[in-house]
């Protein structure tokens, strides 16, 4: 019993973290999608994805998603150089994506490299996906202005049911189907497209007139980050001791049994 306790506390803390870490990069993606010109289930939708897959990158693989986004960096930066302003979004997001690439692929070349990495943004996306239309639907039913921190406590807890939930078939899939060296190519090119269209945004895009609607929409962003961050750490502390105390099997196990 008293291991139990452990474990369980013990995973509501760590859950807890990364759903505020989750949460306030949800948050902060929202309010830029909205500025973007995106409405109704769309920056639900896509900034629960977007972020899902984000994280999930670092999760999978810290030393790919590092290598991502440097590439970003790096990638942004030489196209501001040559480029300079306006910046168009399309423009930078290959930019960067193809620098992730050739940079993961050499990482890949130097290192053995599996489809792990690739399993698990997989599996984010697909959670965060799933998550965002989940709420997009709930909110429309309620049809009442719902608090950002419960939003993000919200997406958090459903992301983390539905990444445990199809993490096992995923991960499974792509060990059986894809071919080894795909997988950190793949997702340093996804993590430095992520980090160089955040660049750009904040460099100032040309979205069509869209340049002070993005910057309210960054100052509105960073307005939301601490309740997405509580949020999201209570979502993520909840629905972590949850999973542990009804024995969900942990990453470990699940890889050691395919």
């Not at 306790?5 to 929202?30: E, K």
């Amino acid at each position: 019993m008293q291991n139990k306790v452990a474990a369980v506390s013990v995973t509501a803390i760590v859950w807890g973290l990364a759903g505020g870490l989750f949460g306030a990069i949800f948050s902060g993606l929202y309010q830029i999608l909205l500025a973007l010109g995106l409405s109704g289930w769309q920056p639900l939708v896509g900034g629960a994805a977007i972020a899902a897959m984000a994280t999930s990158a670092f999760y999978g693989s810290m030393p790919v998603a590092m290598v991502g986004a440097m590439a970003g960096i790096l990638g942004s930066i030489g196209y501001l150089m040559v480029a300079g302003q306006p910046v168009a979004l399309a423009a930078i997001a290959l930019t960067c994506g193809l620098t992730g690439l050739v940079v993961g692929q050499f990482h890949a070349w130097l290192l053995p490299s599996t489809t792990r990495p690739l399993g698990v943004i997989l599996t984010g996306l697909a959670a965060g996906a799933g998550a965002g239309t989940l709420l997009a639907v709930a909110l429309a039913l309620f049809g009442q202005p719902v608090s950002p921190l419960v939003i993000a406590a919200g997406v958090v807890a459903l992301v983390g049911v539905l990444f445990e939930v199809t993490r096992p078939k995923i991960l499974r899939g792509c060990f059986n189907w894809l071919p080894p060296g795909i997988g950190t190519p793949v997702v340093a090119a996804v993590v430095a497209t992520v980090v160089g269209c955040t660049v750009g945004i904040m460099s100032g895009i040309d979205a069509g007139g869209l340049d002070r609607a993005v910057s309210q929409g960054l100052r509105e962003a960073m307005a939301a980050l601490p309740s997405g961050f509580t949020g999201g750490m209570i979502g993520g502390a909840v629905t972590g001791a949850i999973l542990e105390a009804v024995g969900v099997p942990v990453e470990d196990e699940i890889e050691h049994n395919m």
